[in-house]
């Protein structure tokens, strides 16, 4: 079974950046989208980027556009989430996911790692 790990995470002030990691170890990520999601505190989790297998689409949450860049890099079986312009209100956990091989973004999630506290505060 796939299994994710995310990395990355931290604090950082406002204006900051991180870049998360979503890995695998015993699988290739080649043909599987990874989507990036994040829950915080008494809210709802929720989407805030995709990639597809092949790298060629992407889609963001509205709110992080223009900040927040996915991309892959398949010899290193790592999905990235760099994320600039920080805001304290992305402060959450966040995590990689992916839905079955060959599927898509739009398909439900099925595999996820175990999340990455992100927390932008002064």
């Known amino acids: 079974q796939l299994q994710l790990v995310e990395s990355g995470g931290g604090l950082v002030q406002p204006g900051g950046s991180l870049r998360l990691s979503c890995a695998a170890s015993?699988?290739?990520?080649?043909?599987?989208?990874i989507g990036w999601f994040r829950q915080a505190p008494g809210k709802e989790r929720e989407g805030v980027s995709c990639?597809?297998?092949?790298?060629?689409?992407?889609n963001y949450k509205d709110s992080v556009k223009g900040r927040f860049t996915i991309s892959r890099d398949n010899a290193k079986n790592t999905v990235y989430l760099q994320m600039n312009s920080l805001k304290p209100e992305d402060t959450a956990v966040y995590y990689c996911?992916?839905?079955?091989?060959?599927?898509?973004?739009?398909?439900?999630?099925?595999?996820w790692g175990q999340g990455t506290q992100v927390t932008v505060s002064s």
């Open positions: 996911a992916a839905p079955n091989v060959g599927w898509g973004c739009s398909d439900s999630f099925d595999y």
């Open positions: 015993e699988f290739t990520l080649d043909y599987y989208a």
């Open positions: 990639i597809s297998s092949s790298g060629d689409i992407t």
